[in-house]
């Protein structure tokens, strides 16, 4: 995607090479922690998309992948909504290594749901993974397990997180200056 009619609204805040290296990172770490068998990666949609298709590709073993859709923000684009999750019901977790990817980490409500929905599955294990969580006050009393970037509060767009459901495909993860265009 070009951004020459975007470069005055956003700002590189994560380039893609400083993503590339945290995900060999968190790869490695999670290889050293053992999780290496019997793994489901669950990603939250639409979001997780490029971050999970890279830490695939980066684990040298075979990872079952398996998706639920969350949306509380979808056209209102800054305005969260009422959370909605899909996709629970038809997860088969149970006994298994889980471990829940989502892209930012902001209020904690969405991943906490959907970690608290996850247990109720009785997997043998869960963890969460986050690309991005945010310096903020939460009422949310955990943190992800592995996280690849802090951020100050600011509104990111890129690497499969979006504006109104739009600039999802940008390679690095840029700071949305102007929410009016």
């Excluded at 971050?51 to 969260?80: K, N």
């Excluded at 986050?130 to 990111?156: A, Q």
């Excluded at 767009?157 to 949305?176: H, M, P, T």
Aim: glycine share 6%; hydrophobic share 40%; net charge negative.
């Amino acid at each position: 995607m070009s951004l020459t009619s975007l470069d005055s609204k956003l700002s590189v805040l994560i380039s893609k090479e400083e993503i590339a290296q945290k995900i060999q990172e968190v790869a490695l770490q999670m290889q050293q922690e053992g999780l290496t068998q019997d793994l489901v990666m669950v990603m939250v949609m639409k979001g997780a998309l490029c971050l999970v298709a890279d830490l695939l590709r980066a684990l040298p073993f075979s990872v079952e992948i398996e998706s639920v859709q969350c949306s509380s923000y979808g056209a209102r684009g800054m305005e969260r909504g009422e959370l909605t999750v899909n996709g629970l019901q038809s997860l088969d977790i149970q006994g298994r290594d889980v471990l829940l990817v989502d892209d930012i980490f902001d209020s904690g409500h969405t991943l906490n749901t959907v970690a608290n929905a996850l247990r109720q599955k009785h997997p043998r294990s869960l963890r969460s993974l986050v690309l991005l969580v945010k310096n903020v006050p939460r009422t949310i009393p955990w943190r992800p397990d592995y996280v690849l970037f802090e951020i100050e509060n600011h509104f990111v767009v890129g690497y499969g997180l979006d504006y109104k459901e739009k600039y999802r495909g940008l390679e690095a993860i840029y700071r949305l200056t102007d929410p009016s265009f």
